[in-house]
């Protein structure tokens, strides 16, 4: 069964600092990698994903990620915080290929507070 | 499009006692997920459901724990009776198709609090 850790529970950032979480999955299959972010109240929403190609993806909001498969790792970065980006950050992953059922293996999370 | 719904969006009960679920996936989407996310961890699957049937159950605690999808569009999740610990916000998503590569939307979750 694959697993995800996300090495940061609590990252406090002064606005335009820049942002870096470290996601780090173990699967020795081919997996498809996704960041979700849940704002104050409200629900899950997807911020980026990989599934293959280009491993430095871009989602929205400024958010990028770089996958580096031998490192097992798909860390979030963005190059200047707004306090709007003060929420929970979850990555996940989930097995690709037949019978995969899309199921979704969440990290614990990192709370990021942006300070204005 | 119209999101996930879920309901209610809080429940709190006292340990011992029956709760119930209710999850309206949008429309069309035929895979449906529960998950549980306890308070300072991220969510974790309980079940996953295909059009009417269940694909995925092994997370579930089936001695307190059920759900169902009868008619293949809304579920909803039991739990019976409950414990201390199933405090947690219990997470509805759906999925438009069987393609990994396609995205998973969630609901508003339901906050449970068992006292």
């Known amino acids: 069964a694959q697993s995800v850790s996300q090495h940061n529970h609590h990252v406090i950032l002064s606005e335009a600092a820049s942002l870096e979480l470290g996601c780090n999955y173990s699967y020795g299959g081919t997996v498809n990698l996704f960041w979700y972010v849940q704002y104050p109240g409200q629900h899950l929403q997807l911020l980026l994903k990989y599934f293959s190609g280009d491993p430095l993806v871009k989602g929205i909001k400024g958010f990028e990620a770089e996958f580096i498969k031998s490192k097992f790792s798909f860390n979030l970065r963005k190059p200047s915080v707004q306090w709007s980006d003060t929420a929970e950050y979850f990555c996940?992953?989930?097995?690709?290929?037949?019978?995969?059922?899309?199921?979704?293996?969440f990290g614990g999370g990192t709370r990021l507070m942006v300070k204005p | 499009e119209a999101g996930v719904a879920q309901s209610p969006r809080y429940k709190i009960i006292e340990k011992r006692q029956s709760v119930a679920f209710w999850c309206n996936p949008i429309?069309?989407?035929?895979?449906l997920y529960w998950y549980q996310q306890i308070l300072g961890q991220g969510p974790k699957l309980l079940i996953q459901f295909q059009n009417n049937g269940v694909v995925d159950d092994s997370q579930l605690p089936k001695d307190r724990f059920s759900a169902e999808r009868l008619k293949g569009v809304d579920s909803t999740l039991k739990i019976q009776p409950a414990k201390l610990e199933d405090s947690a916000v219990y997470l509805c998503a759906s999925i438009g198709g069987q393609s990994s590569y396609n995205e998973q939307f969630f609901g508003p979750g339901t906050r449970l609090t068992v006292l």
């Open positions: 429309s069309g989407h035929a895979t």
């Open positions: 996940a992953v989930t097995r690709r290929g037949n019978n995969a059922g899309n199921m979704l293996t």
